[in-house]
T-cell receptor, first 117, second 116 residues
Framework: AQKITQTQPGMFVQEKEAVTLDCTYD???????LFWYKQPSSGEMIFLIY??????QNATEGRYSLNFQKARKSANLVISASQLGDSAMYFC??????????????FGAGTRLAVHP | EAGVAQSPRYKIIEKRQSVAFWCNPI?????LYWYQQILGQGPKLLIQ????????DSQLPKDRFSAERLKGVDSTLKIQPAKLEDSAVYLC??????????????FGPGTRLTVL
């Protein structure tokens, strides 16, 4: 069965430092996509970064990068130079041709990141 | 470009009452999703539409939940009658298509439902 695991319920980081949020996944599909979303206290899910299963290079988007290790089935999010506004819940999600090809998005339980000044 | 719109943002009802949520996706997005997010958990897909047809409602509690997307644009999710365990944030998302694993889903601000 497809599954996303985020083992860190909460993380703390000092402002301007880098932080890594862990995500492991399980799927038998050869083609899948991995996503990270940010959810501030306002509730909206904000798309951050995407990595395709066939992509050779790790994805980067500004201060966000995805450390994709396919053999280990991990897709960790790295935030460089943390800012106070990065404090939020972060969700890892996977999408593939599950359950008849409908491209479901399956989410992990999330990691709450707190950035301290 | 306008994002996904949802209303209301907050709703408080008593158990056994009915409630409806509205969603307007990003213009041109063929696929629309409704998710339920219980406090402390990640979102869970309830129903997925491709244009005005349902492609996945396997996790929708059909005895009390219903959803429609009549003209292939905006959508309504209804709960009747509501139970205490329906207290959650209901998120609407949209994407261009559902045919590729690369399609990114964009989310609305959500509706926070409290059932007393």
């Amino acid at each position: 069965a497809q599954k996303i695991t985020q083992t860190q319920p909460g993380m703390f980081v000092q402002e301007k430092e880098a932080v890594t949020l862990d995500c492991t996944y399980d799927t038998s599909d050869p083609s899948y996509g991995l996503f990270w979303y940010k959810q501030p206290s306002s509730g909206e899910m904000i798309f951050l970064i995407y990595q395709g299963s066939y992509d050779q290079q790790n994805a980067t988007e500004g201060r966000y990068s995805l450390n994709f290790q396919k053999a280990r089935k991990s897709a960790n999010l790295v935030i460089s130079a943390s800012q106070l506004g990065d404090s939020a819940m972060y969700f890892c999600a996977m999408r593939g041709t599950f359950s008849g090809g409908y491209n479901k998005l399956i989410f992990g339980a999330g990691t709450r990141l707190a950035v301290h000044p | 470009e306008a994002g996904v719109a949802q209303s209301p943002r907050y709703k408080i009802i008593e158990k056994r009452q009915s409630v409806a949520f509205w969603c307007n996706p990003i213009s041109g997005h063929a696929t629309l999703y409704w998710y339920q997010q219980i406090l402390g958990q990640g979102p869970k897909l309830l129903i997925q539409f491709q244009n005005n047809g349902v492609v996945d409602d396997s996790q929708l509690p059909k005895d009390r939940f219903s959803a429609e997307r009549l003209k292939g644009v905006d959508s309504t999710l209804k709960i009747q009658p509501a139970k205490l365990e329906d207290s959650a944030v209901y998120l609407c998302a949209s994407s261009w298509t559902s045919g590729r694993s690369t399609d990114t889903q964009y989310f609305g601000p959500g509706t926070r439902l409290t059932v007393l």
